[in-house]
């Protein structure tokens, strides 16, 4: 396998994003839901005007993470707006973190994650946040090594299922990916 190229989106990056973005939450998750419900959230979640609109926010970053000409991954961070009494403006998150199954376990998803954790604390050490499904526990196992720990639950909504999810923090104080 060729080594893969970690780098920040931008504009003309989108339609890959939002075509990567459909695959990658099929992949994992098509199964949960009907076949109508996915097929509208994904029209929603994964649009081509959404992903614009995040490539052109500020407050937002995107990765895109390539192998051989190919578009293997990304990432999405920004404002946290997970719904969590502690979560503050001054906090983070990472919104989306997804890679092509071939292509996990192989140490890409750690460099992503590094990249994507220092922009967040690219000015100075904050409290990050994460969403993950409940029974998504491979990342979970991931997260707490990363210093992530469990502080809430949500519903996140996809059609007429509404999935448990965990909230996950890092608090700033207690882990910095700055020296």
């Given at each position: 396998?060729?080594?893969?190229?970690?780098?920040?989106?931008?504009?003309?990056?989108?339609?890959?994003?939002?075509?990567?973005?459909?695959?990658?939450?099929?992949?994992?998750?098509?199964?949960?839901?009907?076949?109508?419900?996915?097929?509208?959230?994904?029209?929603?979640?994964?649009?081509?005007?959404?992903?614009?609109?995040?490539?052109?926010?500020?407050?937002?970053?995107?990765?895109?993470?390539?192998?051989?000409?190919?578009?293997?991954?990304?990432?999405?961070?920004?404002?946290?707006?997970?719904?969590?009494?502690?979560?503050?403006?001054?906090?983070?998150?990472?919104?989306?973190?997804?890679?092509?199954?071939?292509?996990?376990?192989?140490?890409?998803?750690?460099?992503?994650?590094?990249?994507?954790?220092?922009?967040?604390?690219?000015?100075?050490?904050r409290d990050i946040w994460i969403g993950v499904w409940s029974e998504n526990f491979g990342a979970q196992r991931f997260y707490g090594r990363e210093g992530f720990s469990k502080?809430?639950?949500?519903?996140?909504?996809?059609?007429?299922?509404?999935?448990?999810?965990?909230?996950?923090?890092?608090?700033?104080?207690?882990?910095?990916?700055?020296?």
């Amino acid at each position: 396998m060729q080594q893969p190229v970690i780098r920040r989106a931008g504009p003309s990056d989108a339609a890959v994003l939002a075509e990567l973005g459909a695959r990658t939450f099929s992949d994992t998750f098509a199964h949960l839901y009907a076949p109508e419900d996915l097929e509208a959230f994904l029209a929603d979640a994964y649009s081509l005007k959404r992903t614009g609109a995040d490539l052109a926010n500020p407050a937002k970053a995107l990765w895109l993470v390539e192998a051989g000409g190919e578009a293997i991954g990304y990432a999405l961070a920004g404002p946290c707006d997970l719904p969590h009494p502690e979560v503050t403006p001054a906090c983070g998150e990472l919104k989306r973190f997804y890679l092509l199954k071939d292509w996990q376990g192989v140490g890409v998803g750690g460099r992503l994650f590094a990249e994507v954790m220092a922009w967040l604390e690219r000015e100075g050490p904050r409290d990050i946040w994460i969403g993950v499904w409940s029974e998504n526990f491979g990342a979970q196992r991931f997260y707490g090594r990363e210093g992530f720990s469990k502080v809430g639950e949500y519903g996140f909504r996809v059609g007429r299922t509404v999935d448990r999810e965990f909230i996950l923090r890092r608090v700033a104080e207690n882990h910095s990916t700055l020296a």
